[in-house]
């Protein structure tokens, strides 16, 4: 029990009990009783805690400190863990467990090797003890960018909206949505980045256009059929003009197999939620909120995206998936899978992908590497900001 007010550290108050200690067991009564005043005083005990103190062995080391045994050594788990973390973009806890076996084979091709008996123990940390370890080097992303989708009215009624919620029990089903690079204006002309995003394994391939048009649009499209692991079997857009436009209309409705296709509700945004969810974490934090006015980084961000990002996200990059939601006295209750999965692993397990495909998914996924995929994203990005910079520059000039 503390009196007065006394504010005193720890570390003082055990310099202090050392100084006097020894006095204290050599002196009389009477000099016992005004080194007890001095030492109450001084630190703030009450005189029968600072007895207890001043008549037991004085301590050498500091306590033990009380409750389990630390199991994971920051110094140790740390730095590997760290080096996981920043090389996957900073994952969250959960989805962090669930990439840390990939992840730790070719950490261990690029650096040490880890040792059995640590990588079992580090393979069984808990989510909550990723955040603990991770606390100081967690970084924030609060920004928000502008909505450049204006709804269309060419095609409103030859495109039905969809009823209920999406297909997400098979491989096929695909939403597409549009992200503006604008910073804060949607005045002028300036890239788009195009997200399109497969339901069932959350498979994403981003496409950068210059200014929307039907025409660029379209041929993303069709170069994407071409290249993904699985067969559209229906497409869904917001209401956009690049989207609603006769083009792309004959080819999704006049091809030999009519393609079913939907529509958002007008500034709707969860009608789009699996591809509105992607454009932050695939296009935003990766491009940020800048505005790119020049139609040279079109070639540089497609350089990006169909190559080093494609196979970084939709390889290494584990995700939850909603299995049912389900209401309750008026409250939603959602229900994700246990373990959360790339969207490589959800193609390579599902029946409605042919075995042709899925080794050559696994081959491709053999040889790829995480790590050797981040570094050479950074080298990418560092690369199309210096082009920017220097064409806002020459642009300034003019």
């Known amino acids: 029990m503390v009196t007065g007010t006394t504010t005193m550290s720890l570390s003082s108050k055990r310099e202090c009990l050392a100084r006097i200690h020894g006095r204290y067991q050599r002196a009389g009564r009477p000099h016992k009783s005004r080194i007890l005043s001095e030492f109450c005083a001084t630190c703030g005990y009450h005189r029968k805690a600072a007895l207890r103190l001043l008549n037991q062995p004085l301590r050498t080391t500091p306590p033990k400190r009380s409750g389990p045994k630390i199991t994971y050594d920051p110094a140790v788990v740390l730095p590997v863990l760290k080096a996981v973390w920043l090389a996957s973009d900073q994952l969250c806890s959960k989805l962090l467990k669930a990439a840390l076996p990939a992840w730790l084979e070719h950490y261990e091709r690029r650096s040490a090797p880890l040792g059995e008996a640590f990588k079992k123990k580090l393979l069984k940390i808990s989510p909550a003890q990723i955040d603990r370890l ?48 604008c910073d804060d204006s949607t005045e002028g002309d300036y890239v788009n980045s195009l997200t399109f995003t497969e339901l069932y394994s959350g498979w994403t391939e981003n496409r950068a256009v210059w200014n929307k048009s039907a025409d ?40 030999e197999v009519k393609m079913p296709w939907t529509r958002s509700r007008a500034y709707r945004k969860n009608d789009n939620a699996h591809c509105e969810q992607k454009n932050w974490t695939h296009v935003r934090q990766v491009f940020g909120h800048d505005r790119f006015e020049h139609p040279e980084l079109v070639g540089m961000m497609n350089g990006l995206y169909a190559v080093e990002w494609s196979q970084f996200t939709n390889h290494f990059k584990p995700t939850f998936k909603l299995l049912k939601r389900e209401k309750k006295e008026g409250r939603a209750k959602r229900v994700y899978e246990a373990t959360p999965k790339t969207p490589y692993e959800r193609l390579v397990e599902s029946a409605d992908i042919p075995e042709a495909k899925k080794r050559e998914l696994r081959d491709r996924h053999a040889k790829l590497d995480p790590f050797e995929l981040k570094k050479n994203i950074e080298i990418k990005l560092k690369k199309f900001f210096i082009v920017l910079g220097n064409l806002d520059r020459e642009a300034a000039k003019l």
Do not use: Q
């Open 134 to 181: 991770l606390s100081t080097s967690r970084v924030k992303h609060p920004r928000k960018g502008l909505c450049a989708t204006r709804p269309g009215t060419i095609l409103r009624r030859e495109v039905p909206t969809r009823g209920g919620p999406p297909d997400t029990g098979r491989p096929g089903s695909v939403e597409a949505d549009t992200v503006a690079h």
């Open 216 to 255: 660029a649009v379209l041929g993303e499209l069709k170069a994407l059929e071409k290249v993904v692991p699985y067969t559209m079997k229906d497409f869904h857009t917001d209401n956009g003009t690049e989207f609603l436009n006769w083009a792309l209309h004959r080819h999704l409705t006049k091809r």
